[in-house]
């Protein structure tokens, strides 16, 4: 059997996770290479066993617990332009309800949509701004 350090076999497990990764396409496994990858430098480091391990768990649990974070926050992905292709464009509002929705026609489909402004929503083209649920949020 072949007689790797400690660092190797680190490396190779984070190697593993990154092509697992490539197939899957989530980003959560490349934060948990990243832990690995602390791992083989804490063994680099010639750290005990035990240390190399926390350092995986800490760095790979840490960064997944901060990517689930970012990804989660209310509005995230829904609201940005280079996420979310719908963010910036246009849709004409024929009424509004008196509690400020609507219901629009966008891309062949009927959406429920709110409005997002101070002023009081008026009939004509509005810019979708993001979305709350299943719901377009329009503005000027």
Do not use: C
Not at 30 to 44: D, F, P, W
Not at 56 to 80: D, F, I, K, N, Q
Not at 97 to 125: I, K, L, M, N
């Amino acid at each position: 059997m072949l007689d790797f350090a400690n660092s190797t076999w680190w490396w190779v497990a984070a190697g593993a996770l990154v092509a697992v990764e490539l197939t899957t396409g989530t980003f959560y496994l490349l934060m948990l290479a990243l832990g690995l990858a602390a791992a083989a430098l804490a063994a680099h480091a010639h750290m005990s066993f035990a240390i190399q391990l926390i350092a995986a768990a800490v760095v790979g649990g840490g960064t997944v617990a901060a990517w689930h974070a970012y990804r989660t926050r209310p509005g995230a992905a829904l609201s940005e332009a280079s996420v979310n292709l719908d963010v910036g464009e246009k849709v004409h509002v024929q009424s509004w309800d008196e509690d400020g929705s609507t219901h629009v026609q966008y891309r062949g489909a009927a959406w429920a949509a709110t409005y997002e402004g101070t002023d009081a929503p008026q009939p004509g083209v509005h810019v979708i701004r993001g979305f709350q649920g299943n719901r377009l949020v329009l503005g000027r």
